[in-house]
């Protein structure tokens, strides 16, 4: 960690040397022929990010598999007797994965079991409602990554945001529509305070961001467990440390009836991705952001404040991070909210906000696609007795193997993209003019 | 991300020590901490003084010369601590007003004042073992220093670490497999640092070999390592704790003479082997990265690849290496959880120190003395509030954990500022 942020923050705009990027350059090339325009569309698929993505989520599925197949208890069984009948442990292990896998999809995707597709689909829109917080704080995470500064802060920051929010959503009487309104804006610049102290921080004293975020996220937590045991979030005549339900007037209505539990947030989080796409590639202040991310110092000497830029970038990721907070408060757990309330989101917020390589698009289904693992994790813990720790281990290989490309093409022996067209085009020119 | 090491451009003002130039800038930085830490202190301890007598306990029972117990007057003491302190400031402000700095000797004694100050006021009318109190605070950094060491030595050969805390918890969790399984607790330890440098290896390769962007396989790898061992706990080593979970624990070793020292002796050589063996890395990382050849290509490699890589040393392997010994260390540290305090694996029992000693090792400006002095900072002022809890301490118990972290932000902010890591840690060196 170097006191400039690090020059290449991670999934930034600049895929790392030798990851494939966008194959840009090979559009350029001139297509000679109708044999070499399909190569060069067999190679477009084979080598573009998208079939890396694909394949990566492959192989630790495959991974995953190994793990739950080992850990198994009929495989080992069956693996002791192995040479005398070698196709019970395939089929064991078949029976374990397959099991587990499947158990993961129906709670994720769609559930067979149930009678009407109405009720089939329920699991995902519990994907969705688990996504919802993983995308707004993902947003706020990759903000930060393009500004080149790494946000650890989230679980602060999501929990200053409920605190704040959740107390002005159960203790303030407003109507219906303004008090939701007043709630989230609470919460959001909740969220965006506490990231404004570290980038104030950092811009006016230098201290680095990882230490304090670190440090603010655990001042957050115990400030907001004094407030519930003893401060104005506490329930009046309880010993829980738990705040109050939120009020009828604040919560998030339902966008599908009450039958799901889908909510608002999945609204507010597609707006929030509108607004960080517009924000970094349309608007002159998300300009000055990529610059500095991609080196403050250039940045610096084209005349850009580089340090107001670090204050304005921690507002806005922490009120990203705080969207998220604010809508386990309004939305999930609207019963009341204890001192975990941010249940591991800001840290998974890291994953899914590289996983999306930064970009608001690639977060919204990096955000997705963990919301699915979590909604579906769940359920294969409670069919197959599989723990869901097993999740953690699927999304953080998916994501070590797409951020390296040439290790999955070397597994599947796909073509380098740049590498051996190049080397093999010539040739095919050659056998051209021959004739 | 190109080849060749950026040029670093001196934009920031150098420190005042740095050429005869330099000497026209003046930092107010340090006095206006030490001015704001006097204004806290002095609100706390006069303001809020309190009555009684705060009694410090210097022995243990089993010590061989019995030092007697010190009281002191409570309020009396605040008084006296804050006219110090008030004096330190303007002693430092003085210092800056004639363009000099303030030594970093003041500083410490500051803050040794101030924890006096806070110390005696917290403990008003109960006592305070302090052995007991800094033991509990070697203990808790233990596994804080041996990261920091690894965060240290990877962060100097280029590579960022942030994979610390899954190093930790690969070598808490590996140790307990193996010593429950053999019964020694040395190879638990041996396994540990051979876990710790699988999960240094990943890093190494993904991020020398691959290019992968350092941070990014750091905290992907702390997942993963969280979620490998969650997933064997709850399958392996949950259902089978008697034989899979009970490691042996290291036993405690007196060393004879040392431990009669007066207050340390009983502190530092009344541990276990893990802790020894914790005071010989610091001081073998310090004088191997600093007095040896290894310790020189290590920088040099970290500091601009490019320049060693044209006096012939090999980047990309001594990055590999040197990464995986990291690994290592940092894995022994995770041993500590399991063979030296706890005595069982729980999941996620790292925690988050991991992250700590990260801090640690920016903190302590990527020098293994100074990130060994702040981890042993925080493993003291995390063990200051459950001693304190123990008396009885006048302020919420969540204000007394949260003191340690406010100090941090304070202190990175005030007196340390600006922390200027090797300059090609976090870039990949592609050799042209």
Request: no cysteine.
């Amino acid at each position: 960690m170097s006191d400039t942020p690090p020059q290449t923050p991670p999934g930034s705009a600049t895929p790392p040397a030798g990851s494939p990027g966008k194959p840009a350059s090979r559009r350029d090339r001139p297509q000679t022929d109708e044999e070499s325009r399909w190569h060069g569309v067999f190679r477009e698929i084979t080598s573009g990010s998208a079939i890396i993505s694909v394949l990566a989520v492959v192989l630790a599925l495959l991974v995953g598999a190994v793990m739950i197949a080992v850990t198994n208890d009929d495989v080992q069984e069956s693996a002791g007797y192995f040479f005398s009948r070698p196709s019970d442990l395939l089929g064991d292990v078949w029976g374990a994965v397959s099991g587990a896998y499947s158990a993961l999809f129906q709670g994720s995707i769609y559930n067979f079991g149930r009678g009407s597709f109405a009720e089939g689909i329920t699991p995902f829109t519990e994907t969705l409602v688990f996504a919802t917080p993983l995308i707004a704080a993902g947003l706020g995470v990759a903000l930060g990554f393009r500004v080149g500064l790494f946000n650890i802060g989230g679980r602060g920051q999501m929990l200053i945001a409920a605190a704040i929010g959740g107390w002005v959503a159960f203790a303030v009487a407003l109507p219906y529509g303004i008090h939701l309104v007043a709630a989230l804006v609470a919460g959001i610049l909740g969220g965006a305070l506490w990231g404004g102290i570290v980038g104030l921080l950092k811009a006016r004293t230098g201290a680095h961001e990882v230490i304090t975020t670190i440090m603010l996220n655990y001042v957050a937590f115990y400030l907001v467990s004094y407030l519930l045991r003893e401060g104005f979030l506490r329930t009046p005549g309880s010993n829980n440390p738990k705040s109050p339900a939120s009020k009828e007037t604040a919560v998030f209505p339902d966008l599908l009836g009450p039958d799901y539990n889908l909510h608002l947030g999945f609204i507010l989080v597609i707006a929030a991705t509108i607004f960080t796409w517009w924000l970094l590639s349309r608007s002159n202040l998300g300009f000055q952001f990529r610059a500095v991310g991609e080196n403050p110092n250039a940045a610096r000497v084209a005349g850009i404040s580089v340090q107001r830029m670090y204050v304005y970038a921690m507002l806005l990721s922490g009120g990203l991070v705080g969207l998220a907070g604010i809508n386990q408060v309004l939305g999930t757990t609207t019963s009341g909210f204890g001192a975990t309330v941010d249940s591991g989101i800001g840290f998974d917020a890291i994953t899914v906000a590289l996983l999306g390589r930064s970009k608001p698009w690639g977060v919204f289904a990096a955000g997705i696609l963990f919301g699915a693992f979590k909604a579906g994790s769940f359920s294969m813990q409670a069919a197959e007795g599989v723990p869901i720790d097993i999740v953690l281990v699927v999304q953080s290989l998916i994501v070590l193997f797409i951020a390296a490309p040439p290790l999955v093409r070397a597994i599947f022996r796909l073509p380098t993209p740049g590498d051996t067209p190049l080397r093999a085009r010539p040739i095919v020119v050659k056998e051209v003019a021959a004739k | 991300m190109s080849t060749i090491a950026p040029v670093s451009v001196p934009t920031q003002p150098t420190p005042p020590d740095d050429g005869p130039k330099a000497a026209v800038i003046r930092s107010w930085k340090t006095p206006i901490a030490l001015g704001v830490f006097t204004v806290l202190g002095a609100i706390m301890l006069v303001g809020f003084g309190r009555d009684g007598i705060s009694t410090m306990v210097l022995s243990t029972t089993s010590d061989l010369i019995q030092l007697p117990t010190v009281d002191l007057p409570t309020r009396a003491t605040g008084i006296v601590v804050s006219l110090l302190l008030l004096a330190i400031a303007a002693g430092s402000a003085w210092r800056v007003r004639n363009s000099r700095k303030t030594p970093i000797w003041l500083s410490g004694v500051f803050a040794f004042l101030l924890l006096l100050g806070f110390l005696a006021w917290a403990s008003a009318g109960a006592s305070i073992p302090i052995p007991g109190l800094l033991f509990g605070s070697l203990s808790l950094a233990v596994p804080l220093i041996f990261g920091a060491l690894g965060g240290v030595i990877s962060e100097r050969v280029g590579v960022v670490n942030v994979a610390i805390e899954g190093q930790l918890l690969a070598g808490a969790f590996t140790s307990a497999l193996v010593a429950s399984i053999t019964g020694q607790p040395l190879l638990g330890l041996l396994a540990a640092m051979l876990a710790g440098m699988l999960v240094a290896f990943v890093l190494a390769a993904f991020s020398i070999k691959y290019f992968v962007d350092q941070v990014i396989v750091g905290v992907v790898l702390n997942v993963l390592v969280s979620g490998v061992t969650g997933f064997l706990f709850t399958q392996l080593l949950a259902p089978n704790a008697a034989t899979l979970n009970q490691p042996p624990k290291f036993d405690r070793i007196n060393i004879p003479f040392l431990s009669e020292i007066p207050i340390l002796g009983p502190v530092l050589f009344r541990q276990t082997l893990i802790v020894y063996i914790m005071y010989f890395a610091v001081i073998a990382v310090y004088f191997g990265i600093f007095h040896t050849k290894w310790g020189l290509r290590l920088r040099a490699v970290g500091e601009h690849p490019q320049a060693a890589d044209t006096v012939g040393i090999k980047v990309a392997a001594t990055r590999f290496w040197n990464v995986s010994l990291a690994g290592a260390i940092a894995g022994a540290g995770g041993a500590y959880f399991t063979l030296g305090s706890v005595g069982a694996f729980g999941k996620e029992m790292t925690a988050g120190a991991g992250f700590i000693a990260l801090a640690a090792v920016i903190f302590g400006r990527w020098d293994p003395i100074r990130a060994t002095l702040a981890a042993l900072l925080f493993g003291f002022a995390s063990n200051l509030q459950s001693v304190l809890s123990i008396i009885g301490s006048p302020v919420p118990s969540e204000f007394m954990l949260m003191l340690p972290y406010l100090v941090t932000i304070f202190a990175v902010a005030g007196l340390v500022g600006r922390s200027r890591g090797p300059a090609a840690s976090g870039k990949p060196y592609i050799k042209s």
